[in-house]
């Protein structure tokens, strides 16, 4: 499965983009969804996932009431929403998918491909 994500770029704090992360070359449908980013000088961190059939989903507490994240299998696309950006939430963003189709949780090692990532700016 290759996963490539679009939608980064250069927004102002309280902005809003809309990121999506197309995959190819496998069931993608049957995979959970997620999605993480890393800031400069961090370590990778989890934002949020969503199940093979959207049914359920997780966020982390940093993003919970700004960002959603939803898919749809007939495009083979998952997207994240983020609403209400701030500074911090600069990073590169990349996208997951996992094997356990019911998986939505923050451990990386449990996502089995990942995309090249997308950077998001926010500025002050």
């Known amino acids: 499965v290759q996963l490539v994500e679009y939608g980064g770029g250069l927004v102002q704090s309280g902005g809003s983009l809309s990121l999506s992360c197309v995959a190819s070359?496998?069931?993608?449908?049957?995979?959970?969804g997620g999605w993480f980013r890393q800031a400069p000088g961090k370590d990778r961190e989890f934002v949020a996932a969503?199940?093979?059939?959207?049914?359920?989903?997780e966020y982390a507490d940093s993003v919970k009431g700004r960002f959603s994240i939803s898919r749809d299998n007939a495009k083979n696309t998952v997207y994240l929403l983020m609403n209400s950006l701030e500074p911090d939430d600069t990073a590169v963003y990349y996208c997951?998918?996992?094997?356990?189709?019911?998986?939505?949780?923050?451990?990386?090692?449990?996502?089995?491909?990942w995309g090249q990532g997308t950077q998001v700016t926010v500025s002050s």
């Open positions: 969503i199940t093979w059939n959207g049914g359920d989903t």
């Open positions: 070359g496998g069931t993608f449908s049957s995979y959970a």
């Open positions: 997951a998918a996992s094997v356990r189709y019911y998986y939505i949780g923050p451990r990386s090692h449990e996502y089995d491909y």
